[in-house]
């Protein structure tokens, strides 16, 4: 059984973190080839960061808890548990990878949307990408033999939450 979703924690790490990491580099950088060595400034930029980093990251969470109900989805070999309910291969109408640009703060988001042929329609976040910009959950299904068949890409929405809504 494999978990197709991030938490919420590694979503926003690896969509804010970089610009944290950054900026502590950078002031450490500074720290040491600088010839004043006060370690104030670099304690209060490390504060700094790890502020901005829980105040984006929790106004980020709100914004999509409010808008959006994600689901919990794990693949196991004959198909998908989905908020802890089962649902055979055969039960899976389609799964689409759907890249939405104005939903949190500007930045693209990309989720997966799962539908069911009983006219369920579910949503989770996608991993992060790698270096080559497709997604680890339909890499991981297109290899799948039940689920290689049921996977698609639908094209960039800029409706925000709105594209979600049917």
């Known amino acids: 059984m494999k978990k197709l979703n991030p938490g919420y924690f590694e979503f926003f790490f690896f969509r804010y973190g970089f610009i944290v990491i950054f900026i502590q580099i950078v002031s450490i950088s500074l720290y040491f080839f600088t010839e004043e060595k006060d370690p104030f400034n670099l304690a209060c930029s490390a504060i700094l960061c790890l502020l901005f ?52 703060n500007k930045f693209p ?6 539908t069911t042929h009983d006219g369920a329609v579910f949503y989770f976040l996608e991993k992060s990408m790698g270096w080559d910009f ?8 297109n ?10 890409e639908k094209s960039e929405s800029s409706e925000g939450f709105s594209a979600f809504k049917k």
Not at 92 to 98: C, G, L, P, Q, T
Not at 109 to 114: D, N, R, T
Request: charged content about 20%; hydrophobic content about 45%; aromatic content about 12%.
């Open 134 to 141: 497709e997604s680890p959950t339909l890499k991981l299904l």
């Open 109 to 114: 988001a990309y989720f997966i949307e799962i």
């Open 143 to 152: 290899k799948h033999p039940l689920f290689s068949s049921k996977t698609k």
């Open 53 to 104: 980093l829980v105040f984006v990251c929790s106004s980020d969470y709100w914004i999509l808890k409010k808008n959006l109900s994600l689901a919990n989805v794990f693949l196991t070999d004959n198909g998908l548990i989905i908020n802890e309910t089962p649902y055979p291969a055969e039960q899976i109408k389609e799964v689409a990878f759907m890249p939405v640009r104005h939903a949190l």
